[in-house]
């Protein structure tokens, strides 16, 4: 069908084009040309012509090339000097640069101050000074006096020097009423905003004497401010730079200049320059910090109680790709306890247990800060358990350890054994940071008993005691006026290939020199071969008998 159309066009065409050629051909309206002098009359009056060029021209119009027209003419020598001085200061070849001006001396050609600033370019980036200030003394020589790029070239050319050669530069800029640029200034901080000068301080005079002169602060001039700013530990003022260039600029800072303030306020943890920033970063530039400033902001928000931004760093790391672990939780544990949010802190430990991270004692510790303020909250944790337990969320044993912790912490044993005995109501299982911390509230209340049935309780349930367990086991037998079972454990804990700590061997020595037991002299020697040293005040409490040093008035 498309090629029967085609055809049908061309033969329309065709039979149109004729028609067109046979009346142009009667009327001679095509070779008619109009002239702005010519009348109307003048025009109807001309006669047409009837040839073949009559007829629709289909082919380009020749021309004759006019080479006298201007651009192929010769400039002059020193325009010609004038235009690759710049383009040799543009690509920063100094060697070229200096053949070209020896043959400017061969053809007897003067320099002008173009030229001059072209040389002095490319020397002041190579730091060639000496030869630089010879290049002033020739345009002195040749009465040419020096303008403003010449004095931004000579202080960018000393500045690996002393500030002092700078200072001289712009002494005599001064003198010669030349006041300085944008890029006076930029040579300035730039100077001082390198690794090795730091020099912040006057990095800000010059911004703020530009503010003064009514000069623009250009972006990289900006950015390498508010960099030095942040990098020296200085978040809020970097801040405040940038978001006062942003408001006064139309051009944007980089995304790296915001990660670094960002950087900057989490190391100090500044709490409202990680928010503004973060936001920035974020939600503006879409931009994703890797995990140790994930990090670094996420225990700003433990901190602070920031726990959305907690939330959301959170999200951030799944997004980037890093696996969950937990020490990425547990700012965020702190976060919401330290904002008040006890049952959602509750819930977290939920989420990592599903999420195959197990907590610990560490991730539960702001929550043991909380609970052990007093006794009405942790009757009140009960109460959050309980309604997590309602919404069909599952309890984890390391919120009931943080629960019996705190009971210990403010000496009700009582409460204690009470949270271990409420383990198989929320179905969760003790575990040995449990009978840990149940043994140091058997040490206060000196409750061997107790200490012997929860022995008894984690051989049954087939936990294996660590090297906490023994300590506390034997200091818990040293409260006792019989100790004998203190050895029986010291024993055990070393067949079972733990070192007993110094606190250990420290408890045994005074036990046995304040019963006036001999063998005090024994754990003396294994504290030593265990490499420990005897403290002084061990050894006072052993050179006095076993009578404590009492202080002098």
């Known amino acids: 069908m498309l090629a029967s159309t085609s055809r049908n066009s061309l033969k329309r065409v065709s039979r149109k084009a004729a028609l067109w050629s046979s009346q142009s051909e009667c009327t001679g309206a095509l070779p008619v040309t109009f002239s702005r002098c010519q009348s109307t009359q003048q025009v109807a009056a001309k006669p047409a012509l ?52 020896k043959e400017m001396k061969q053809e007897g050609v003067n320099p002008d101050i173009i030229i001059y600033n072209n040389l002095l370019a490319c020397l002041a980036d190579d730091c060639h000074v000496l030869e630089a200030w010879a290049v002033v003394e020739d345009m002195s020589s040749m009465e040419i006096a020096p303008d403003r790029n010449t004095f931004n070239h000579l202080i960018h050319a000393s500045r690996r020097l002393h500030s002092g050669a700078m200072w001289d530069i712009l002494d005599k800029m001064d003198a010669a009423n030349i006041p300085p640029n944008e890029r006076t200034f930029q040579l300035m901080i730039q100077r001082h905003t390198t690794p090795e000068r730091k020099n912040l301080e006057f990095a800000l005079q010059c911004v703020y004497e530009m503010g003064t002169r009514g000069l623009i602060l250009e972006l990289t001039i900006a950015q390498d401010v508010i960099g030095l700013a942040a990098e020296l530990g200085f978040p809020r003022l970097a801040i405040d730079l940038a978001e006062n260039f942003e408001a006064t600029s139309v051009r944007r800072l980089s995304s790296e200049t915001w990660v670094g303030c960002l950087a900057s ?8 320059g990680v928010q503004r920033c973060w936001e920035k970063v974020i939600g503006d530039l879409n931009v994703t910090p890797d995990e140790g400033l994930c990090l670094d902001v996420l225990h700003t928000a433990g901190r602070h109680g920031l726990s959305d931004l907690a939330t959301d760093v959170i999200r951030v790391l799944r997004i980037l790709g890093a696996d ?30 599903s999420s195959n991270i197990f907590p610990t004692a560490v991730t539960t510790q702001p929550i043991y800060e909380v609970l052990k303020q007093d006794v009405d909250k942790v009757d009140g944790a009960w109460e959050l358990l309980d309604k997590l337990r309602s919404e069909g969320k599952t309890i984890d044993g390391t919120a009931i350890n943080a629960i019996i912790r705190a009971a210990i912490s403010l000496s009700d044993l009582q409460r204690a054994v009470g949270a271990y005995k409420a383990f198989p109501d929320y179905k969760c299982v003790p575990d040995i940071d449990t009978f840990n911390s149940l043994l140091s509230g058997c040490i206060i209340a000196s409750h061997r008993g107790l200490g012997d049935r929860l022995l008894l309780d984690l051989k049954e349930l087939g936990i294996k005691p660590d090297a906490t367990t023994y300590e506390r086991i034997i200091i818990l037998c040293l409260t006792q006026a019989t100790y004998e079972d203190a050895f029986f454990y010291l024993e055990e804990m070393k067949a079972q290939k733990y070192v007993p700590p110094r606190s250990v061997y420290d408890a045994i020595i005074r036990t046995c020199i304040a019963a006036g037991d001999s063998r005090y002299t024994l754990a003396l020697d294994e504290l030593k071969q265990c490499g420990y040293t005897v403290s002084d005040n061990l050894q006072t409490f052993i050179d006095s008998g076993g009578r404590e040093s009492q202080p002098r008035s």
């Open 50 to 101: 009837h040839s073949s060029s009559s007829r629709i021209r289909n082919k380009p119009w020749s021309f004759v090339p006019d080479q006298s027209f201007q651009g192929t003419a010769r400039g002059s020598a020193i325009a010609r000097y004038q235009f690759r001085s710049t383009g040799f200061a543009n690509s920063k070849n100094t060697a070229m640069v200096l053949r070209m001006c």
């Open 265 to 272: 306020s989490a190391e100090a943890l500044y709490a409202k």
């Open 324 to 353: 969950w672990q937990e020490y990425h939780f547990a700012p965020l544990v702190e976060a919401m306890c330290n904002a008040g949010n006890l049952k959602d802190a509750f819930g977290t430990l939920d989420l990592m247990r």
